[in-house]
């Protein structure tokens, strides 16, 4: 089995395993994969696919790479699944037999221009649930068209905050401010208001760069009803760097692309796995390989002390 393009990744505690999507593969069916990752000693032992689930419509019929451009992934106390695509966008959720349940409403202006004001492959690029299974963020990975870039080449972002109910509903959007040439790719919820983001870029020639960061929402302003983010009175989201993973000793891991530190590839995934005897919060990374002979599939591990 060929296993790549994995762009989503989300760690099922009361198994003790992780949920893997397949982001966009022509016509083959969507998919995500179970896999085991085992921490042993604090470091990741060989990662074991246990299982294949086929994305389905509510009719039975499968998604494809046509239909569903799975970038994002979340797992509800109950074991549904809840997908985000970049393809309208959207945001699915899946029985765990892959089964479509329902879909949540998105506020049009994130629809794909000329519907809306999103780019083509700049939606919704992320989904993060927070531990008490109650609150639900996604982004766009680009800005929205009157939202724009602030100088040097710094997206305006929106962040989407859904809250649990009758059904998922969008009651907030913040203000992100992206650091130069990157694009919010993954988000982790640690609570109701604070965040761990995944910022990712990439320069033809250069390679990658991949920066973690933490995200305060604490009161934070509501900026549902701003037609743009330009306003000079609008204050983006607070955020703390974290970790800049081209700084990372490469130890002896190699690339066969050019990259300014062989560590370093398309990583789109980010999710909490258990915590270390020691206390320590896992955290674990994925890149999307996009099934390219210059690219790499890799798991990394960091831990982080809450």
Request: charged share 20%; aromatic share 6%; proline share 10%.
């Amino acid at each position: 089995m060929v296993v790549g393009g994995l762009s989503a990744l989300v760690y099922d505690a009361t198994r003790d395993l992780y949920y893997s999507l397949v982001d966009n593969e022509r016509d083959t069916p969507a998919r995500f994969y179970t896999v085991r990752l085992p921490i042993v000693g604090g470091r990741l032992g060989t990662p074991e696919v246990v299982a294949m689930t086929i994305l389905r419509d509510s009719s039975g019929q499968p998604f494809t790479g046509r239909t569903l451009d799975g970038e994002g992934l979340a797992l509800l106390p109950g074991g549904d699944l809840l997908l985000a695509s970049e393809t309208e966008p959207s945001i699915r959720r899946f029985a765990p037999d892959g089964r479509q349940r329902a879909q949540l409403h998105v506020p049009p202006r994130f629809l794909v221009k000329p519907i809306g004001e999103a780019t083509e492959n700049q939606a919704f690029e992320s989904l993060a649930l927070t531990p008490d299974g109650r609150v639900l963020y996604t982004a766009t990975e680009g800005p929205l068209a009157p939202d724009g870039f602030a100088t040097p080449l710094r997206a305006r972002l929106r962040l989407l905050r859904y809250a649990d109910g009758p059904a998922w509903g969008a009651t907030a959007q913040f203000y992100y401010l992206a650091e130069a040439a990157q694009g919010l790719s993954d988000i982790v919820a640690l609570g109701p208001d604070e965040l761990l983001t995944l910022e990712r870029g990439f320069i033809p020639g250069l390679g990658n760069t991949v920066r973690l960061f933490r995200v305060s929402l604490a009161g934070a302003a509501d900026v549902t009803d701003r037609e743009g983010l330009a306003d000079p009175d609008l204050t983006p989201l607070p955020k703390t760097p974290l970790a800049d993973l081209a700084l990372c000793p490469p130890g002896e891991a190699r690339h066969p692309g050019r990259q300014p530190n062989p560590l370093l590839d398309n990583i789109e995934s980010v999710t909490l796995g258990p915590r270390l005897p020691d206390g320590r919060q896992t955290l674990l990374l994925l890149s999307d390989d996009n099934f390219a002979p210059d690219q790499v599939t890799r798991l990394y591990l960091l831990a982080f002390q809450p």
